[in-house]
């Protein structure tokens, strides 16, 4: 039942965020592919299960995991949401994050950025969440800057 694979993803965000991340993983592996099933790949709760899954990832150390279902949940969103929603552009923000960690910074600044104009349009410039992709941007920049000079 719907419900009850929301729910299941629910628990295993819970999961992810008490630091319990196998668990979360083994949890989302399973949901999502049960909600991609039954409700479809275009689904929200098919695409917040993956999204949730793909944090999990990133968590867990598994970049490169992170990053492909990152690249594919931002895809979708995009198709199925739009560009400027408020799920595509968390998704542009878990993306670039994903880059970021895989040492990807070129790739990662474009999607911070990306993410922060569309931020900006949608919440304005005050909001707490464009300020949090403001300083990811910026984060993201110096460290490049750093290895350029290096």
Not at 76 to 88: A, K, M, Q, S
Not at 93 to 108: H, I, M, P, Q, S
Request: proline residues 3%.
């Amino acid at each position: 039942h719907r419900d009850t694979l929301a729910s299941q993803s629910n628990l295993a965000e819970a999961y992810r965020m008490a630091g319990r991340t196998e668990n979360a993983i083994r949890l989302l592996e399973r949901s999502s592919a049960d909600q991609e099933r039954i409700l479809g790949a275009a689904s929200p709760d098919t695409l917040a299960s993956r999204n949730y899954l793909a944090l999990a990832y990133t968590q867990a150390g598994r970049i490169e995991d992170a990053v492909r279902l990152n690249e594919q949940v931002l895809a979708d969103r995009e198709r199925v949401l739009g560009d400027t929603h408020p799920d595509t552009l968390a998704s542009q923000n878990n993306l670039a994050l994903a880059y970021y960690g895989a040492g990807r910074l070129k790739d990662a600044i474009h999607r911070f950025e990306q993410a922060l104009a569309g931020a900006e349009q949608l919440l304005g410039p005050d909001h707490p969440s464009v300020a949090t992709t403001r300083k990811n941007l910026a984060i993201a920049r110096q460290r490049a800057e750093r290895q350029t000079n290096s």
